[in-house]
């Protein structure tokens, strides 16, 4: 199955929501456009890949030297040891890992070239101008993969908290005028800093967002972002504004206050499925629609 479209149909955020709610593998292929504010820009392309829902590696070539060159450059290995030991690894096993059986790389070395690919990938957020194939029938590339693995939407949510130019994503900001309300007892864990968890306890559907700012003394954008990753994260949804009642409470949860960094990578194979909002399956199924 190949999906073919515009970044202006759905973002990269919302991708990688899809992604992990349907628990994808294969190649998401992102390629930039120029744009009204750069018409001589170049076209480049990127290469995300994904395991069962998991962001496992992220390259801007297709000739399956971009782990070990980032090894090389960095000094760890001379190009000769590389190739040698690349030649011998096993079909179907990360390359990083079979480095470090070999003795030849330690885990925080994998830890750091697991975070350069994570930081390459939410650079892509920043995109103005773009189109994406997300194509679920190709093989993962072994030696661009380090063993490491991250939960798509934790990927999505850090680079969110780390897009310093939201003009890719100003349609999609929640109404300042509109409240939040929480969707209940939520039982997967999920990683929030410190201003989306602050967002989330207004969550009851009694404070538009712009009076949340306020009494946060903070923009009315900032909010407007955290919102969205709490709608993206499934935690809430965008409500009118009611009267709050007597008996309203914040509802306990398996919440994760976190730094806001995509340094934390995860090992585990386990997957979480996520809630998804309503507002992001009318957009889904109007964007499938589109697509038949």
Not at 72 to 97: H, I
Not at 144 to 161: K, M, Q, W
Request: with cysteine; net charge positive.
């Amino acid at each position: 199955m190949a999906i073919t479209s515009s970044l202006n149909d759905l973002s990269l955020a919302e991708l990688f929501q899809l992604i992990e709610y349907r628990r994808k593998s294969g190649c998401l292929r992102i390629s930039t456009l120029p744009n009204s504010l750069a018409p001589e820009a170049k076209t480049y392309h990127y290469y995300i890949w994904f395991q069962q829902g998991r962001f496992v590696a992220a390259v801007n070539r297709l000739d399956g030297q971009g782990l070990v060159s980032e090894i090389t450059k960095r000094g760890w290995l001379s190009q000769r040891v590389v190739e040698r030991l690349s030649s011998r690894c096993p079909a179907k096993m990360p390359l990083g890992v079979y480095f470090k059986i070999q003795g030849v790389l330690q885990s925080e070395q994998l830890h750091l070239l697991f975070s350069t690919q994570l930081r390459q990938a939410a650079s892509l957020f920043e995109v103005q101008a773009g189109e994406f194939n997300l194509d679920t029938n190709v093989p993962l590339p072994w030696n661009e993969v380090t063993g490491l693995s991250l939960r798509s939407l934790d990927v999505a949510l850090g680079a969110l908290r780390m897009l310093n130019n939201w003009q890719a994503l100003a349609e999609a900001l929640p109404d300042p005028s509109l409240a939040i309300q929480s969707r209940g007892v939520i039982q997967q864990k999920c990683r929030l800093n410190a201003l989306d968890w602050q967002v989330w306890e207004f969550a009851q559907g009694t404070v538009a967002l712009k009076n949340i700012a306020r009494q946060l003394n903070q923009s009315v954008e900032k909010i407007q972002q955290a919102a969205f990753r709490l709608v993206l994260a499934g935690l809430v949804e965008e409500v009118p504004v009611t009267r709050p009642t007597a008996d309203q409470k914040i509802r306990s949860t398996n919440l994760i206050v976190e730094p806001s960094t995509l340094e934390t990578v995860a090992e585990s194979n386990e997957v979480e499925k996520p809630k998804v909002s309503a507002s992001f399956l009318q957009n889904l199924v109007s964007f499938l629609r589109s697509q038949a």
